[in-house]
């Protein structure tokens, strides 16, 4: 698991990692979640999530938003929007989890 890996990683190349994922998640994200998150542009979203230091932080925090991000580049678009929403909702949708997990660990809403 990529999560495993980045632990013990420098930053750069963890820095590499998150960016690798945000390019992957953010043309989905503005695609198949219409709530007008980055204003439905591609290249927004991914500025704001390479922009996010969380995932990069070497703290619970940090792991904790490394894996909801790795989460939510691995959710289909059909559920995406679940998944984005899913911290509001019952706990069955795709990476409520690891955004409960970084809710909790990062003591603030999720970003992603």
């Not at 750069?12 to 953010?26: G, I, N, P, T, W």
């Not at 409960?100 to 003591?107: I, K, T």
Request: include cysteine; aromatic fraction near 4%; hydrophobic fraction near 35%.
């Amino acid at each position: 698991m990529l999560l495993a890996a980045c632990r013990d990683q420098p930053l750069e190349s963890r820095r590499a990692d998150v960016e690798e994922l945000c390019a992957d998640y953010c043309p989905r994200r503005v695609t198949c979640v219409p709530d007008g998150y980055a204003a439905g542009d591609p290249a927004e979203c991914e500025r704001k999530c390479r922009a996010d230091e969380r995932p990069l932080e070497d703290s619970a925090c940090g792991e904790a938003s490394l894996a909801a991000l790795e989460c939510l580049s691995a959710v289909a678009c059909d559920e995406l929007a679940a998944a984005v929403a899913g911290i509001a909702g019952p706990g069955d949708s795709a990476c409520f989890a690891e955004l409960r997990e970084q809710q909790d660990r990062c003591d603030l809403t999720p970003q992603y």
